[in-house]
Structure formats: structure tokens, C-alpha cells
């Protein structure tokens, strides 16, 4: 009986040792040897209405949220595979489309850019970036509108409002990495490798990228590092990697404005006037009524007047009437600047200040920025850009260069570049610029026209002209 019983208790002592040892190897496997996250697509509808009479495959690609991080969660991105007619189909090599921003969605363009005149008869590929609105999770930082129209409403001067925004933009912060979001996995170079993913799962051996403004430095970033898979690049008035934006963009903006009133007017008086006039008002405090509602505005709010002008093709030749109005005090049209700030953002904001704070604020000095703003008074204290460096204090991101290397080897197939001749946020220099990763690019500039000449009917024309070309197989 006494054997029976020590082989019980052997049997035992075996197989809690066992057990130990598994528990063991689970907890370091766990801390320190998680398996490659699998990325996949997962067919379930996405939030869009098929209002295009085309077939569509949509889904949703499901991928690490920070593929430096070997247990990273899953995200899942949004996108559409929407099919030409076989009978009409020209190519079997999709035109991945996307929005620029960062941050801005890119989904709805599946319903309305197949009936340009290059879409009608090409597959259209498009995803959205991740974080944007429709992702999961999405980076929307809606306490920054609710602080943002509540300030303006209770008559909070600009001042204020900049403090109220540094509040709710820690507040997007906050509740973000307080539900568990990766901050560090938004950026351009994590967006390269989702277009990749997606490629390899639908089974598409090359695609036609098409970037506008911000995401013609994410195609060009792909077609850099994926060069066998691209065959041809489209950038809409591109924001090239190599370009501190907001050091440029006081130079930038006041060039361009300088230009454009000598291309109309074929004087500079009109300008010097202009820029006395904005001087003179630097301290000035305006009011207007808008349903009742008394709101204060000042300077800067009479220079988006012009700047609003300067943002559509159409408009441009209301530039010069609307500067003659503003100068003698007559600022009408700011209902409209004030209802735009009472107005609730479709950019997923947490992902445009995770891109911005990780990738272009480290390449950029907050002294630079602040010399090229004193060269150009009637714009001091004017925000170029809608991130700062008092702001980045409080996104606190990773640089994107800690643990990334930006790709380097220029990308040497045809690409089309085009620029707005009067586009102040990416002017033709920048196009340029853009030429150092492209080399066989071709630059087409646009007369009177600003950002995004590309949806305009002679950019749409010179996209389908270059996108027959590379049908016919004819060289660029």
C-alpha cells in the first residue's frame, strides 16, 4: 500500500511541476515572445452607402495599431475596391486614392471620383487613413469643437480661445491613452505599411497611387520603399517630407498673396496697402451679431477673409475686390469666417497632431519659426498652422526618428505632379521640392488656380492624359 501511495504522490508532485513550468513559459512568452500580429481583412459593412452603380468590395483591414511593439493591439481601417465596368475597364491596375490633412477621411471619394473623366473607366482603390474618423478607434478630439463654439458664444477673445484649446486638446490626450490608444502608432510611416497589408491581401500585384496635399508624402514614402508594386505616382499639390511647412509658411503665404495681387492689379501698391492696413488693426478688437449673438474677431479673423478666397479656384478672382473692401474697413463676409469657428470639424484631430508632433516638429526649430514670423509683420501672431510647439508639449508622441528611418532611395517612374499657381499652403516650389524623390517626374503648374488643381477640369484632363499614356505603354 505504501508504493501505491508514494506513486500517487509522485504523480501528483509531476504534475504540478509541469503545470508550473507551462504557467512559466506563459508568462514569458507573453511579456516577451507574442507572435506576429496576423493582419487580415474582415468582410462586414463598412459605414458608407454604395451610391455609385458600381460593384464594390469593401471591408475593413484589421492591423497592428504600432508595428514597433510585437503585442500592439488591432485597429481596423476602412476601405473600398470599387470595380469599372468590364466592358469599358481600361486597366487592371487599381488608382489607390487618399485625402491629405493628416488626418482627413478619405472614404467618400468611392462615390464621387469614378465620374471624372479617368475614373469612369478604372478600378478606384480607397482607405482611409488610420485614426480618421471612421477607423476604430478614431482620434476625433470633439472637446476641442465643444470648448472651441462654448468660448465663442460666451464672447472669450482669441486669447482665451488659444488657452481653451491647450485645455481640451490635454483633455483628447487624456481619454485617448486613457482607453488604451497607442499614440506613437499614427504616423506616415505606419500608414505606408497599412496601403501594403491591404495590397497583399486583396492580391493586387501594382497599384497607380494618387496623393493630395499631406498623403502625396505618404505615396511617395510607398513608392520609395515599394517600388515594384507602384507603377505610377500622381501628387496633388504635394507637401514633400524634406519641407519644414511651418517655417515656410510665412513666406509662403505672404508671397503667394503678393503674387496674385501683382497678376491681378499688375501693381504692388495694392499689397502695401493691404499689409499697412492689417498692421494698423494688429490690436484692434471688431464685434458682430449673428443670431443675437454678439462675437468678437480681430486681425486675424479679417485675414482669413482673404486667405478663405484664396482656398478655392473659383474664387481667386475675389481676392483683389475683397483686399479693396477690407482696407477701408469694410470686413464684409466675416459671418461667414465666424460661422466656420462654430462649426464642428470632420478631421479626426489626434491623428493630425500625432503625424505633425512625431514627424515634422523634430525637423523644425521653434527659433526659426519665429525669426521667419518677424520678417513678415502683418502676419505676426497669425496661425499658420493649427499645431505648436506649446501644443506638442502636451500630444507627447515619440520623434518618429527614434525608431524609423524615412526612405531615402528616390522613387524613378513616371509621376505627375501638379501645382497651383497661386496655392499658398503648397505652392508650385514645393512641387519642386518634390522632384529630389521623383526624378522622371513631370510638374504641371496651374494658372489661376490654388490647392488641389488636380479636381479641376484641366487637372482632371491631364490626369487622364497621363494615366492613357501609361495604358499604351508610351513613355512620360
Same mark, same amino acid.
Given at each position: 500500500?505504501?508504493? #501505491?501511495?508514494?506513486?500517487?504522490?509522485?504523480?501528483?508532485?509531476?504534475?504540478?511541476?509541469?503545470?508550473?513550468?507551462?504557467?512559466?513559459?506563459?508568462?514569458?512568452?507573453?511579456?516577451?515572445?507574442?507572435?506576429?500580429?496576423?493582419?487580415?481583412?474582415?468582410?462586414?459593412?463598412?459605414?458608407?452607402?454604395?451610391?455609385? @452603380?458600381?460593384?464594390?468590395?469593401?471591408?475593413?483591414?484589421?492591423?497592428?495599431?504600432?508595428?514597433?511593439?510585437?503585442?500592439?493591439?488591432?485597429?481596423?481601417?476602412?476601405?473600398?475596391?470599387?470595380?469599372?465596368?468590364?466592358?469599358?475597364?481600361?486597366?487592371?491596375?487599381?488608382?489607390?486614392?487618399?485625402?491629405?490633412?493628416?488626418? @482627413?477621411?478619405?472614404?467618400?471619394?468611392?462615390?464621387?471620383?469614378?465620374?471624372?473623366?479617368?475614373?469612369?473607366?478604372?478600378?478606384?482603390?480607397?482607405?482611409?487613413?488610420?485614426?480618421?474618423? #471612421?477607423?476604430?478607434?478614431?482620434?476625433?478630439?470633439?472637446?476641442?469643437?465643444?470648448?472651441?463654439?462654448?468660448?465663442?458664444?460666451?464672447?472669450?477673445?482669441? @486669447?482665451?480661445?488659444?488657452?481653451?484649446?491647450?485645455?481640451?486638446?490635454?483633455?483628447?490626450?487624456?481619454?485617448?491613452?486613457?482607453?488604451?490608444?497607442?499614440?506613437?502608432?499614427?504616423?506616415?510611416?505606419?500608414?505606408?505599411?497599412?496601403?501594403?497589408?491591404?495590397?497583399?491581401?486583396?492580391?493586387?500585384?501594382?497599384?497607380?497611387?494618387?496623393?493630395?496635399?499631406?498623403?502625396?508624402?505618404?505615396?511617395?514614402?510607398?513608392?520609395?520603399?515599394?517600388?515594384?508594386?507602384?507603377?505610377?505616382?500622381?501628387?496633388?499639390?504635394?507637401?514633400?517630407?524634406?519641407?519644414?511647412?511651418?517655417?515656410?509658411?510665412?513666406?509662403?503665404?505672404?508671397?503667394?498673396?503678393?503674387?496674385?495681387?501683382?497678376?491681378?492689379?499688375?501693381?504692388?501698391?495694392?499689397?502695401?496697402?493691404?499689409?499697412?492696413?492689417?498692421?494698423?488693426?494688429?490690436?484692434?478688437?471688431?464685434?458682430?451679431?449673428?443670431?443675437?449673438?454678439?462675437?468678437?474677431?480681430?486681425?486675424?479673423?479679417?485675414?482669413?477673409?482673404?486667405?478663405?478666397?484664396?482656398?478655392?479656384?473659383?474664387?481667386?478672382?475675389?481676392?483683389?475686390?475683397?483686399?479693396?473692401?477690407?482696407?477701408?474697413?469694410?470686413?464684409?463676409?466675416?459671418?461667414?469666417?465666424?460661422?466656420?469657428?462654430?462649426?464642428?470639424?470632420?478631421?479626426?484631430?489626434?491623428?493630425?497632431?500625432?503625424?505633425?508632433?512625431?514627424?515634422?516638429?523634430?525637423?523644425?526649430?521653434?527659433?526659426?519659426?519665429?525669426?521667419?514670423?518677424?520678417?513678415?509683420?502683418?502676419?505676426?501672431?497669425?496661425?499658420?498652422?493649427?499645431?505648436?510647439?506649446?501644443?506638442?508639449?502636451?500630444?507627447?508622441?515619440?520623434?518618429?526618428?527614434?525608431?524609423?528611418?524615412?526612405?531615402?532611395?528616390?522613387?524613378?517612374?513616371?509621376?505627375?505632379?501638379?501645382?497651383?499657381?497661386?496655392?499658398?499652403?503648397?505652392?508650385?516650389?514645393?512641387? #519642386?521640392?518634390?522632384?529630389?524623390?521623383?526624378?522622371?517626374?513631370?510638374?504641371?503648374?496651374?494658372?489661376?488656380?490654388?490647392?488641389?488643381?488636380?479636381?479641376?477640369?484641366?487637372?482632371?484632363?491631364?490626369?487622364?492624359?497621363?494615366?492613357?499614356?501609361?495604358?499604351?505603354?508610351?513613355?512620360?
Amino acid at each position: 500500500m505504501q508504493w #501505491r501511495a508514494a506513486v500517487i504522490n509522485f504523480i501528483i508532485q509531476f504534475t504540478m511541476m509541469i503545470g508550473r513550468i507551462a504557467f512559466l513559459l506563459f508568462l514569458i512568452c507573453s511579456l516577451g515572445c507574442a507572435e506576429p500580429f496576423s493582419e487580415r481583412i474582415i468582410e462586414s459593412s463598412i459605414p458608407l452607402e454604395n451610391n455609385s @452603380n458600381r460593384e464594390w468590395r469593401s471591408g475593413w483591414l484589421s492591423a497592428p495599431e504600432n508595428r514597433s511593439n510585437p503585442t500592439s493591439y488591432a485597429i481596423e481601417i476602412p476601405f473600398i475596391l470599387t470595380k469599372a465596368d468590364s466592358s469599358i475597364r481600361v486597366s487592371d491596375i487599381p488608382v489607390l486614392i487618399m485625402s491629405g490633412g493628416p488626418g @482627413n477621411a478619405s472614404l467618400h471619394m468611392a462615390n464621387g471620383t469614378i465620374y471624372s473623366p479617368w475614373g469612369k473607366t478604372r478600378d478606384l482603390l480607397v482607405m482611409d487613413q488610420r485614426g480618421t474618423t #471612421r477607423c476604430k478607434p478614431s482620434l476625433a478630439c470633439p472637446e476641442i469643437d465643444s470648448m472651441r463654439i462654448k468660448g465663442m458664444k460666451d464672447g472669450f477673445g482669441q @486669447n482665451s480661445l488659444d488657452s481653451l484649446k491647450l485645455v481640451a486638446v490635454e483633455k483628447c490626450y487624456n481619454r485617448l491613452t486613457a482607453s488604451g490608444v497607442d499614440l506613437n502608432g499614427y504616423h506616415t510611416l505606419e500608414s505606408v505599411e497599412d496601403i501594403e497589408a491591404l495590397r497583399k491581401l486583396l492580391e493586387i500585384d501594382q497599384l497607380i497611387l494618387y496623393g493630395m496635399s499631406y498623403s502625396c508624402n505618404l505615396m511617395a514614402a510607398y513608392a520609395q520603399k515599394y517600388p515594384q508594386h507602384t507603377k505610377a505616382l500622381i501628387l496633388d499639390s504635394p507637401l514633400p517630407h524634406q519641407a519644414n511647412y511651418d517655417e515656410d509658411a510665412f513666406y509662403s503665404t505672404d508671397n503667394i498673396l503678393k503674387n496674385l495681387i501683382q497678376y491681378y492689379t499688375d501693381s504692388e501698391e495694392l499689397y502695401e496697402g493691404w499689409t499697412q492696413y492689417i498692421i494698423s488693426i494688429q490690436d484692434s478688437l471688431f464685434s458682430v451679431s449673428i443670431d443675437g449673438i454678439i462675437y468678437p474677431y480681430d486681425k486675424n479673423h479679417v485675414i482669413d477673409l482673404v486667405l478663405d478666397k484664396m482656398g478655392s479656384h473659383g474664387t481667386l478672382n475675389e481676392v483683389v475686390p475683397t483686399i479693396q473692401k477690407v482696407i477701408t474697413g469694410n470686413h464684409e463676409g466675416i459671418e461667414d469666417i465666424i460661422g466656420y469657428g462654430l462649426g464642428k470639424t470632420s478631421q479626426a484631430k489626434g491623428m493630425r497632431y500625432s503625424v505633425w508632433v512625431s514627424e515634422e516638429l523634430p525637423e523644425q526649430k521653434k527659433t526659426s519659426q519665429e525669426s521667419q514670423e518677424a520678417k513678415y509683420p502683418w502676419l505676426k501672431d497669425y496661425p499658420v498652422n493649427d499645431i505648436t510647439f506649446e501644443m506638442a508639449a502636451i500630444w507627447k508622441v515619440n520623434s518618429l526618428y527614434d525608431n524609423h528611418e524615412w526612405p531615402e532611395t528616390p522613387y524613378d517612374g513616371p509621376t505627375l505632379i501638379l501645382s497651383g499657381q497661386f496655392d499658398p499652403w503648397t505652392p508650385p516650389r514645393y512641387g #519642386r521640392l518634390m522632384k529630389y524623390y521623383t526624378p522622371n517626374a513631370e510638374q504641371i503648374i496651374y494658372p489661376e488656380h490654388t490647392h488641389l488643381p488636380g479636381f479641376s477640369e484641366p487637372g482632371m484632363t491631364d490626369i487622364s492624359d497621363f494615366l492613357n499614356t501609361l495604358s499604351e505603354g508610351q513613355s512620360f
